[in-house]
Structures are given as structure tokens and as C-alpha cells.
């Protein structure tokens, strides 16, 4: 064989073997970068979540840590609660726009579901339930479908 030959052979065997495995290297690499860019979208979303917790903890006199409202409110504590509401229904609606999708793998079902137990914790309370609606107007239909529907689990839970 001359060597134009196996230079020729050695074409063929690279185009038969290398581009295969370069293109599957590729996609391994893509499917990585997807899979750390969710979880990188869900870390920034768990501490924006852990510093509302500080802003609820930080307005104590809210009782936003029990599980039910506790004694009446001044004005000034229903409109820092109502705040404090509005912030929380806006970080849920970022998780679900940006987490939740209707054919989830199996990495983001485990993602958004810590984000499922979370309103529902929340809309186990009354006064959260309450605040609701005027906070969901204009909010993503897909979410407001979503955190109805936690919510009216939440307010009968023997019908689930």
C-alpha cells in the first residue's frame, strides 16, 4: 500500500469511529451542561427562598412560622404580611416558570417537587390561602392552575 493509500484508509477509519464518538462526547457534553444548568437555576432559586425565610424570621411579630395565624394583626403587621405573601407567590411563580415543565425527567421532577412541598406547606395556612387571589392576577396561567389547585388541597385535604 502507498501511502496516499493509508492515508485514505485512515480517512475512512476516522470518519467510521471518530465522528461518531465526537458527536456522542457532544451530546454528553450538552446533556452535562443542561443538567448543571438546572441545578445551578435551582440553587439560586433555594437561596432566594432562604432569604425570605430570614425576612419571615426578621418579622417574627408576623407568626409566619406557625403553622396558623395567631391573634389579630395591627394594620402595619397585615401590610408587612401581605408583602412578605407577595414576595413568596413571586418566588413560586419563578420556580414553576423556571423549573416546572409538563414531561419532566426524572433530575427535574426531584427539582420541582421540593418546590411542590414548599406551597404546600404555605397553603396549608388560611391567611396564605386568603391572600391568594388578588396576588395571583396576571401571573403565568400555568402556575395559577398549579397553586389553585395545592390550595384547594390544601383547604380539604380529605378530598385528595
Not at 496516499?4 to 484508509?9: D, P
Not at 419571615?56 to 408587612?80: F, M, W, Y
Not at 387571589?133 to 396576571?138: E, Q, S
Amino acid at each position: 500500500m502507498s501511502g496516499l493509500e493509508w492515508l485514505e484508509a485512515l480517512s475512512y477509519i476516522v470518519t467510521i469511529i471518530g465522528l461518531p464518538l465526537a458527536i456522542g462526547v457532544y451530546v454528553y457534553d450538552r446533556r452535562r451542561e443542561q443538567q448543571t444548568d438546572e441545578e445551578e437555576i435551582f440553587l439560586r432559586l433555594s437561596d432566594e427562598y432562604a432569604d425570605f425565610m430570614r425576612l419571615v424570621i426578621e418579622n417574627a411579630d408576623l407568626h409566619l412560622l406557625s403553622p396558623t395565624a395567631k391573634g389579630a394583626l395591627s394594620e402595619d403587621q397585615q401590610e408587612r404580611k401581605q408583602a412578605l405573601f407577595a414576595i413568596l407567590v413571586a418566588l413560586f411563580e419563578r420556580a414553576y416558570v423556571l423549573v416546572y415543565e409538563d414531561d419532566m425527567s426524572r433530575q427535574q421532577a426531584r427539582l420541582w417537587l421540593s418546590w411542590e412541598d414548599y406551597m404546600h406547606e404555605w397553603c396549608a395556612r388560611e391567611d396564605f390561602r386568603a391572600a391568594l387571589p388578588p396576588l395571583l392576577t396576571g401571573e403565568d396561567s400555568g402556575f395559577v392552575a398549579t397553586i389553585e389547585r395545592i390550595a384547594a388541597s390544601a383547604a380539604h385535604p380529605e378530598a385528595v
